[in-house]
């Protein structure tokens, strides 16, 4: 359900946008990761899957999306997770 997961995203400390082919089916997701407070996009490494538009509206939710996130590989990611959680301790 849309609304149990955008209050989840809402709330949650931090929320990790992973690679996925992005059509129609997944313009949802696009759009709660957009709801986040503090959003990290993992950049895909080279045996992951690619990022992949299947439209215009893909692409432009997704270029939205980057403007307020931070775009980081695993080990960034989980430098920057481990810190915020030493802030919090």
Same mark, same amino acid.
């Given at each position: 359900?849309? #609304?149990?997961?955008?209050? *989840? &995203?809402?709330?949650?400390?931090? &929320? =990790?946008?992973?690679?996925?082919?992005? #059509?129609? %089916?997944?313009? %949802?997701?696009?759009?709660?990761?957009?709801r986040a407070?503090? *959003?990290? =996009?993992?950049?895909? #490494?080279?045996?992951?899957?690619?990022?992949?538009?299947?439209? /215009? /509206? %893909?692409?432009?939710?997704?270029?939205?999306?980057?403007?307020?996130?931070?775009?980081? %590989?695993? /080990? /960034? =990611?989980? &430098?920057? *997770?481990?810190?915020?959680?030493?802030?919090?301790?």
């Amino acid at each position: 359900e849309v #609304g149990r997961a955008a209050s *989840l &995203t809402e709330s949650a400390d931090a &929320t =990790i946008l992973c690679s996925f082919p992005i #059509g129609s %089916g997944n313009l %949802g997701n696009l759009r709660l990761a957009a709801r986040a407070r503090r *959003l990290f =996009i993992l950049q895909p #490494g080279a045996a992951d899957l690619q990022r992949s538009f299947f439209s /215009e /509206e %893909g692409q432009s939710l997704f270029d939205e999306v980057c403007r307020k996130a931070r775009i980081l %590989g695993y /080990e /960034e =990611i989980l &430098t920057a *997770l481990s810190e915020a959680a030493s802030r919090h301790s």
